[in-house]
């Protein structure tokens, strides 16, 4: 059987009203699935300029092309729509149990549209789709709501629920949406639209089989790659963390990742395992950016120390079609809560100077529940702290809450009051640029954002690909579409073809270079991002290397294709296109999503391991833009880019008659 | 493609409580149907027709079998790598995550309420590394309800 569909489902909530569409299989072959299915759609059903909380804008969940073929590390699930927050194209990624359950529901992907009058759920089984009433879940938490809606939806087995909070409800621009109990797919906002629609939740409990087409080459695919990944490779305890980001930070030369070291750290302890070790070496931002490892010094950081939290740590968490277990279910209160993620830790530590690992769990679990962002809620109370500092913000603003740094406490009353948006938490619920230009007094020069979305805690001054992927990518601000320690995990040169080796020894100085080898594996970086978020792959299985993790070969194998890894580059390339001809739709100056200077070493810091390092961050975007097809100056994807790759122009989505605007965007033709 | 039931149908109504998906429908002493849409092809109502009434997808007769001789999942912890795609692919929810492997702290998964397994395999085909075996065991050999 192919591993997908064929099918999407359309939700009017308008109307109160579900309908079916086929998915012409070229569409598979040009854009895959996942992210691709959805930008494919979505840049033909939204409007131009359409209110992202208004009723023109969808609301896509889909799932992963290789989701459920007998694949590992293939359980994510994707959101997407247009931004509130940034204005851009919007998606964000998460793992859990929603990816298959769309699929066993019947479906690659499900595409809400209008505006409900009253809070509503979503519920799918084999016997279709329901809209009912949700009125009596409004105000519940996320975990709150997925309890109550399992009991409430009654079958044989357990829903998969995906659902937003408080946040969402409050149409906080920093919310996200939660699946199995606050795994988060919590970027661009996507809550919010969730929370315009006033839909509370969408319950999966059908029970389709899955599978492939040659189900005994994904099995001999899958052990083999396994066996990279359950290894019981010994490690050393926590406290040499610390000590190994300092030997990085010390060598005079840049040695090639391999994810075979990482990926035993995060089978031990997740990712919370380098929030100590990135400290020290220069990868996690201290004090809003503005300081380094010496003042968020070892004495400070063994708060954080990764055994501290793995002690409290009940059993291991996996995500569907997982080996690795980078989560963890931790006691948390006399209850349970999913463990804190690196990011998170980092921005409730070293970001704000705090060192309480309590307020950490508290935060991390009251974010959760509510349905919002750690990144940009860290982020943004960061900035708050500096404006405190600076004076920008004072005691009559905050109804008296100091805002010292290291203050856990005062971070986590920002965060109640973020989530109920009341006081100083109304305008900070929309992240840092908002509030910076609600304050002034050139505030805006410390909100540390890339298109208005806080960016996350990797400091591209340790590698400049942060910060080109930031600027460049439809939506700005990631972390996870790229970097030059990405490049030497993936190993793509192992596979396609033309594609530089990284050097096993580098010289520090020449990640700083602006040049065409430069562009030419963050091209490669976004390509195969969104290539693997086609196929529905963690990033964290990427980083094996594709010469370990056959993402190539399982998709052949799934689909009954025969493309190269070449052709599947090329449809990453062509996903990350149309994300970008969204943005070029919605009229989006390109070039003003660039992150915050200071993130980029402008100026540079003076001390830490940091110092004296700057992005030349124009020449790297010009370069990017050239290199993957697009304007060198202003990021436009260049019409013979745009015919190379088969995109068809925009079909008219302002025909009155629905029945015509679908037959017209199936007739494009998406060949390769 | 879906289950069928034929004539030979007594309308016992067996089928009706074994489906895992509601797809069967039909008033008891009378001819009962499949909703070739929501039918998921797990083969429990051939598996449970005392007068071998019901094809499979593919046209050949089901044959009756006793609950007892029903296959059953076995896991090889050796193999499994706690990805949990057997629990999700379970359309009766019977299996469950069961204690932590001290090896390597990771929980695998076991049969939780083995009476209410429906021997489909759904479990055994959703496996990537091939873990799981179908195997016929009787009832006494079962371990306690959890």
Redo the contacts between chains.
Sequence with gaps: MKPYRGRILWVDLTTGTCTDEEIAESVYHAYLGGLGLAASILYNRIPAGADPLGPDNVLAFVSGLLT?S???FTGRWMAAAKSPLTGTWGDANCGG?LS??IK?CGYDGIFVTGVSDHPVYLTI???GPELRDATGLWGMDTIETEETLKKLVSG???PSVACIGPAGERLSLIAGISNDGGRMAARSGLGAVMGSKMLKAVVLSG?????SEN?EE??HL??AC?RH??Q?IPLPSGRAMPLLGAVLRHLPVTARMDGRMSIPMF?KWGTCGMDQASVEWGDTPVRNWSGSEGDYHRRLSDAIDPDRILAREQ??Y?C????L?CGGICTWQGGETHKPEYETIAAFSALLMCTDLDAVFAINDRLNRAGMDTISAGGTIAWAMEAWEKGVITSSDTNGLKLHWGDSAAALRLVELMIAREGIGDLLADGSLRAARHFGHGSESFAIQAGGQEIAMHDPRLDPGYALHASVEPTPGRHTTGCQVYYDMYRLWTRVPDLPRARLLSGKRSKYRADAAQAAIAVANSCFTQLYNGAGLCMFGAMLGVDRIPVFEWLNAATGWHMTPAEYMKAGRRIQTIRQLFNVREGIDLSSLAINPRAAGHPPLERGANRRRSVQLTALMRGYWERIGWDADTGVPSPSTIAELGIAPLTDTTCADDTVCVEATLEIDHGL | MAYNIDEKCIGCGLCVRVCPVTAIRGQLHAGHTIDAATCIECGACGRVCPVSAIQNSTGSMCVHLNRKDWPQPDVDDTLCVSCIACIQACPVGCLGLGRTDLRDHHARPILKIPDRCIGCGFCHGACPVGAITMKQQSWAALPARH
């Design positions: 459920g007998g694949s590992l149990t298959p359950a066993q089984d084999n016997h044989n087995r357990e029970s389709y089989p899955m599978g189900p994904m099995r899958s052990r396994a990944v359950t019981n089978r059993r291991k996996h569907y079609s997982c080996p277990g």
